[in-house]
């Protein structure tokens, strides 16, 4: 009986399972679950802060000791103190990118990269007004050299795009109506030499009483008429391109000329030839165009819209459109008055200094009118460095030789030699110009842990 009451009424213990033992098992894991974390955490912050140490270049923290605005130092770390909760999970915090960093450099080392600073400076916003432009030669320059004297041509010492100075000889006319001309002044003064002696015969006649005051004025009537046509004649002459020394050389048949040389009228470039040798031109013909080409016209064509900007004296530029960095000053000279109707535009006229020449007649340009606008924020533009889609600039620590701060800066519109800039930065503050770049190198390597 005892035996089956121990094995009835008292459960066997040996096959009961124990409680105790699978709690002791779940804390033992969850106690290396949390030292592991906390190791971890520890090793990753230790590595943080020897590597900025070693690099020379720190992260920019708040008077509070806090990360400042940009420093994701703890960032990936959730439930780090100092986070907002959720953030870490949705991974919003600003990139490794995105820090503001300072950059360390002994005097040495700033000596090697050449830094040099500028002040940032406030100055009236200046926009532009861009338009195509032909180049076309000073119209109030250009000479018309005409044949004076019908002939045929029988040299010509000049070609099309010769230089040439005031003077020198264009062309040979051999010309049969010049010669007449010439034996018609010679005819003339024979003539006036008599009527010169008759009128002298007269005047001692009518002194000895044997000639009547009548005849007197008679003979002295004919003598002044005909020296007016002799002098009709020289004029002629020299209208005809004989110089003055040559028609007072003019004293008998055996100095006449059949040839007429044809005379550069001024300095410049010979910018049209119309004649050949053997050809016949008449009294008149345009033979060649002479222009002075230290001065040209830029010729654009000026919208509606900006007739109230850009007017007479205004500064223009001149860009080269076959040279991107070639670009000249000019005034606006001129205006049309009169607007096409089909393009709603109207003339503009630039004259430009072109002593070197680089301007040529027919040659496209870019004409760009400067206009004035509100104050804004100026930087020289060897400042602003890129950093992926960011633009930086970097300002000296205040009271730190060596020591500079990358800061974030947004951009507007740039114009020669400088940037706009819209924030980031104030008038008055310095940024660095020359070296701006190597100092982005340090931050490049800064961040990338080099």
Known sequence: MDQDKDVRGEPDRRHTPRPWLGR?????????????????????????????RASGTKMATTPQGGPAAGDNRGAAMPGMPGMAPGKAQQGGGPSSDEQMVEVSLTPEAAERAGIKTAVVRSGASV????????????????????????????????????????????????????????????????????????????????????????????????????????????????????????????????????EVTVHAPGD????????????????????????????????????????????????????????SDRQLRGRVAYIDPRVDPATRTAKVRIEVPNVSGDLRLGMFVNVSFETGGPRMTLVPRSAVQSI??????????????????????????????????LAGVKPGERVVTDGSFFLRAEATRTRSGG
């Open 24 to 52: 002791r098992a779940v804390r033992g894991l969850l106690v290396m679950l949390v030292l592991g974390a906390v190791l971890a955490v520890g090793v990753m912050w230790g590595e943080l802060r020897g590597s900025n």
């Open 127 to 258: 926009s532009a007004i861009t338009v195509p432009g032909t180049v076309m030669s000073n119209a109030y320059r250009d000479t018309k050299v005409n044949a004076l004297v019908g002939g045929i041509v029988r040299q010509v010492s000049v070609e099309l795009g010769s230089p040439v100075e005031s003077g020198q000889p264009l062309a040979v006319i051999f010309s049969i109506e010049l010669a007449e001309a010439q034996m018609k002044y010679l005819s003339m003064r024979a003539m006036l030499e008599a009527d010169h002696q008759k009128l002298v015969r007269t005047e001692k006649l009518v002194g000895l009483g044997a000639a009547s005051r009548q005849e007197l004025e008679e003979v002295t009537a004919t003598h002044a008429s005909r020296a007016t046509e002799v002098a009709a004649a020289r004029q002629r002459l020299l209208l005809f391109g004989l110089s003055p020394d040559q028609v007072a050389q003019l004293r008998d048949a055996s100095h006449v000329v059949s």
């Open 268 to 323: 410049g470039v010979v910018i049209a030839r119309a004649v050949n040798p053997g050809q016949v031109v008449p009294s008149g013909q345009e033979l060649f165009m002479v222009t002075d080409l230290k001065t040209v016209w830029v010729i654009g064509d000026l919208y509606e819209k900006d007739f109230a900007t850009v007017r007479v004296g205004s500064p223009a530029t001149v860009m080269v459109t076959s040279a």
């Open 388 to 421: 992926g889609d960011r633009s930086v600039v970097y300002v000296p620590a205040d009271g730190e030789e060596g020591r500079f701060i990358e800061r974030t800066v947004k951009l507007g519109r740039a114009t020669g030699d400088v940037v706009e800039v």
